[in-house]
């Protein structure tokens, strides 16, 4: 079984949707490995989204990360990465497919509802950094 993780960003927090998203997951054979909802640190979105320190939007990326609470999910399913990602629909809500859940909840490319991991090999890395072995079930 394959593993990915999902953030519920602040906005789609804030807008009292988070049992609409897991139901998108719940409803499409992925698990709930692991979750907590989290009020992250500037050092902490920083170091998340490292990867992304040096691009034009990484200044506002930062800032709306850490503007509420999110929820940070372990999901479990066959092909979960491929398949969290059809759900969350395209990064730019203008360009989600009807029916994802950025079409449905995002209002903007930063407002954007969800992140899910891109690749296999970062998932783990996304996993490690927030979530303990133990936490995982
Ligand atoms: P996410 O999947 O969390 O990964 C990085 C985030 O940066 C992305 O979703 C968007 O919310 C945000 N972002 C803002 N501007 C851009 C952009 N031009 N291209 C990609 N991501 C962007």
């Given at each position: 079984m394959e593993k990915t993780l999902s953030i519920i960003k602040p906005d789609a927090v804030k807008k009292s949707v988070i049992g609409k998203i897991v139901d998108r997951f719940e409803s499409n054979?992925?698990?709930?490995a692991a979750m907590k909802k989290v009020q992250l640190s500037e050092a902490d979105a920083k170091a998340f989204y490292a990867v992304h320190?040096?691009?034009?939007f990484f200044g506002e990326l930062v800032e709306f990360m850490i503007s509420g609470p999110v929820v940070i999910m372990v999901l479990e399913g066959d092909n979960a990465v491929a398949k969290n990602r059809d759900l969350m629909g395209a990064t730019n809500p203008k360009e989600a497919a009807a029916g994802t859940i950025r079409a449905d909840f995002a209002d903007s490319i930063d407002a954007n509802a969800v992140h899910g991991s891109d690749s296999h090999e970062n998932a783990k890395i996304e996993i490690d950094f927030f979530f303990a072995q133990r936490e995982i079930v």
């Open positions: 054979d992925l698990r709930v320190s040096e691009r034009p």
